[in-house]
């Protein structure tokens, strides 16, 4: 168990819709980093939140958002859904603001999109 | 164009054995590289940094060599046992991506008793 949390597990929507990703970093953790990953494209860095700001961005498309809390934990919202957008999203987090840091990575929410 | 190469095909082999598993880039100056487990439906699990100066680094039966000029990455599981069955990512801080990690797409890894 990384001490990260992530909810839901599975998510099942359809196209269109919009939905809400939502991860807890481990404790003293103070940035969070979004990836995606699907059998197509792998693994890819979204986005990286450190101490409730934007640190840094990847391949994320406009219709996908993130924020981080004062209390640390993060969103990552997705809209206007596609088929293409399925896929596991993990959460990481790690004690600073370097991604060299040791990344922990959390269980994953798997969403489909019907 | 720029990429991380994994072996594509799953690598077998017998309980006991050292496995090597490779990682090539092109048009990437990677500053790090890691290496990552990760078990089917399960996150990656951190393995062990390299840094472009260090030639290799060891970690119990985990030994990873970083060879900047030939742009490639070997990781090693010596002594390896059915447990090490697993998915091993590759991954970059490409000094041109602003230190974002890149990941390869990994190699499947099978031990068998």
């Known amino acids: 168990d990384s001490g990260v949390t992530q909810t839901p597990k599975h998510l099942i929507t359809a196209t269109g819709q919009r939905v809400t990703l939502r991860c807890s970093p481990r404790?003293?953790?103070?940035?969070v980093y979004w990836y995606q990953q699907s059998l197509d494209q792998g693994l890819q860095f979204l986005i990286q939140?450190?101490?409730?700001?934007?640190?840094a961005k990847g391949n994320i498309l406009e219709r996908f958002s993130a924020q981080q809390f004062p209390d640390l934990h993060s969103e990552l919202n997705l809209s206007s859904l596609e088929l293409g957008d399925s896929a596991l999203y993990f959460c990481?987090?790690?004690?600073?603001?370097?991604?060299?840091?040791?990344?922990?990575f959390g269980p994953g929410t798997r969403l489909t999109v019907l | 164009s720029q990429k991380i190469e994994q072996n594509s095909e799953a690598l077998n082999i017998q309980e006991g054995k050292t496995a090597t598993l490779t990682c090539n880039y092109t048009n990437y100056s990677p500053a790090y590289l890691q290496w990552y487990r990760q078990d089917p439906g399960r996150g990656p699990v951190f393995l062990l940094l390299?840094?472009?100066?260090?030639k290799e680094k060891r970690k119990e039966r985990l030994k990873v060599t970083f060879d900047t000029t030939l742009k490639q990455s070997l990781f090693h599981i010596t002594a390896s046992q059915p447990a090490d069955s697993a998915t091993y990512l590759c991954a970059l801080f490409p000094l041109e991506y602003g230190n974002k990690l890149v990941f390869g797409a990994g190699t499947i890894l099978r031990v068998k008793s």
């Open positions: 939140y450190y101490n409730g700001e934007e640190r």
């Open positions: 404790s003293g953790d103070l940035s």
């Open positions: 390299i840094r472009e100066n260090e």
């Open positions: 990481a987090s790690s004690a600073s603001g370097s991604p060299f840091n040791e990344q922990f």
